[in-house]
């Protein structure tokens, strides 16, 4: 199947090129920074931004939060199901 993403830059707007699943680490960067998150259950979610900055807010079910990500953290945070959105 031809991949029409091959031969272009990738646009931080989008589209994600995959999705993984998030374990929430206090001491663990993700793997790829993650372009957005989608969250399965609402909760509150820490997180680590692109620029180093921790913030920690509310969330509902289903969301999908269009911030860059480098670590989601366990303390803090009650959302369950999150996966990243990464360009990869």
């Not at 993700?30 to 979610?45: C, W």
Request: proline letters at 8%; hydrophobic letters at 50%.
């Amino acid at each position: 199947m031809a991949n029409p993403l091959s031969n272009r830059a990738l646009p931080l707007s989008g589209p994600a090129t995959d999705i993984a699943p998030i374990t929430p680490d206090d001491a663990n960067d993700l793997p790829d920074i993650a372009m957005a998150l989608y969250v399965e259950t609402g909760g509150a979610i820490s997180v680590v931004t692109a620029r180093g900055q921790t913030r920690t807010l509310a969330v509902a079910d289903y969301a999908i939060l269009p911030v860059a990500v480098r670590r989601v953290r366990a303390t803090g945070t009650t959302a369950t199901g999150l996966h990243a959105l990464v360009l990869a």
